[in-house]
C-alpha cells in the first residue's frame, strides 16, 4: 500500500515562516505529478502549488512570491517553504501526488497538516 505522510505543520505568527514535508512509502514505480492542497474551515479545498518529475512548477495567485514547491525524487519527496505567512493561510494543507502502483495511476492523498497563523 502506498501512503504519504506530511510533516511541518503548526502554529506561526503572521510574517513567519514554515516548511512541510510529504514523503512517499510503500511499494510503487514511478511518481509524476507533486501538488499540494489545502483546505480552510467552511471552503473548498485548493490547489496551492504543483510540480512535475522535471522540476516545472505552478501558484495559485494568493502564494506566489511566498511559497516555494520542491521535490527530491531520490527521496519520493516534496516540500512546500511558505514565506510570510499570513492568517489567510491558514488551514489544513495536504500532499498530493500521480502515483504508479502496480500496472496503473494512483492518485494518493496525505492524511493532512494543520497550520495556523495567528496574530
Known amino acids: 500500500q502506498v501512503q504519504l505522510v506530511e510533516s511541518g505543520g503548526g502554529l506561526v505568527q503572521p510574517g513567519g515562516s514554515l516548511r512541510l514535508s510529504c514523503a512517499a512509502s510503500g511499494s510503487f514505480s514511478n511518481i509524476v505529478a507533486m501538488r499540494w492542497y489545502r483546505q480552510a474551515p467552511g471552503k473548498q479545498r485548493e490547489l496551492v502549488a504543483a510540480?512535475?518529475?522535471?522540476?516545472?512548477?505552478n501558484y495559485v495567485d494568493s502564494v506566489k512570491g511566498r511559497f516555494t514547491i520542491s521535490r527530491d525524487n531520490a527521496k519520493n519527496a516534496v516540500y512546500l517553504q511558505m514565506n510570510n505567512l499570513k492568517p489567510e493561510d491558514t488551514a489544513v494543507y495536504y500532499c498530493?501526488?500521480?502515483?504508479?502502483?502496480?500496472?496503473?495511476?494512483?492518485?494518493?492523498w496525505g492524511q493532512g497538516t494543520q497550520v495556523t497563523v495567528y496574530s
Open positions: 510540480i512535475t518529475t522535471g522540476g516545472i512548477t
Open positions: 498530493n501526488a500521480d502515483i504508479w502502483v502496480g500496472l496503473r495511476w494512483t492518485n494518493t
